[in-house]
T-cell receptor, first 113, second 112 residues
Framework: ETGVTQTPRHLVMGMTNKKSLKCEQH?????MYWYKQSAKKPLELMFV???????ENNSVPSRFSPECPNSSHLFLHLHTLQPEDSALYLCASGPGPANYGYTFGSGTRLTVV | DQQVKQNSPSLSVQEGRISILNCDYT??????FLWYKKYPAEGPTFLISISSIKDKNEDGRFTVFLNKSAKHLSLHIVPSQPGDSAVYFCAANRVTGNQFYFGTGTSLTVIP
């Protein structure tokens, strides 16, 4: 158990669907992150939350909408996605803001059809 | 612009031999470096770290070397084992920074 739990593990959605990815951390961390991993690309940071406040949005399209209701939970709401959005979406948490590393969840493998 | 680069997408090594994975970075302000290991269908897991005040850090079979002047770090695995077969990501950060920057990963295969 990594301490960071992501659901669902796999998701297939149509381009007109709306779905949400969920992340929960049990480590008492103050910072949570969404990363996207596409084939042959570095892990791409999407959003950062410190103490429930969004502190980073790396020019992510508005069809991705994060929500952090408390420091233990993080959501990524998806709507009208494109096939090129198919990727592994990883949630991570860290002690933040001094950053000595993350604990990652197992990821959600998203396929947009 | 990629600030952390892993130029070898894959590496194959015989069991028992040394595996050397390389990583280069461009930002001289980075002061903390990590290696993560990732198996298929799992998230990356932390392997080993090094601060810029050191040039070597060792943990069992894993040693990370940092050459600040060359902006280069490497991960040595000795002896390599089949269970080490995974994708290895290098990451760098300023400790006071908001995020880690990751390389594209190197897929290591250890041949029994």
């Amino acid at each position: 158990e990594t301490g960071v739990t992501q659901t669902p593990r796999h998701l297939v959605m149509g381009m007109t669907n709306k779905k949400s990815l969920k992340c929960e951390q049990h480590l008492g961390h103050n910072a949570m992150y969404w990363y996207k991993q596409s084939a042959k690309k570095p892990l791409e940071l999407m959003f950062v939350y410190n103490f429930k406040e969004q502190t980073e949005n790396n020019s992510v399209p508005s069809r991705f909408s994060p929500e952090c209701p408390n420091s233990s939970h993080l959501f990524l709401h998806l709507h009208t996605l494109q096939p090129e959005d198919s990727a592994l979406y990883l949630c991570a948490s860290g002690p933040g803001p001094a950053n000595y590393g993350y604990t990652f969840g197992s990821g959600t493998r998203l396929t947009v059809v | 612009d990629q600030q952390v680069k892993q130029n070898s997408p894959s590496l194959s090594v015989q069991e028992g031999r040394i595996s050397i994975l390389n990583c280069d970075y461009t930002n001289s302000m980075f002061d903390y470096f990590l290696w993560y290991k990732k198996y298929p269908a799992e998230g990356p897991t932390f392997l080993i770290s090094i601060s810029s005040i050191k040039d070597k850090n060792e943990d069992g079979r894993f040693t990370v070397f940092l050459n600040k002047s060359a902006k280069h770090l490497s991960l040595h695995i000795v002896p390599s084992q089949p269970g080490d077969s995974a994708v290895y990501f290098c990451a760098a950060n300023r400790v006071t920074g908001n995020q880690f920057y990751f390389g594209t990963g190197t897929s290591l295969t250890v041949i029994p």
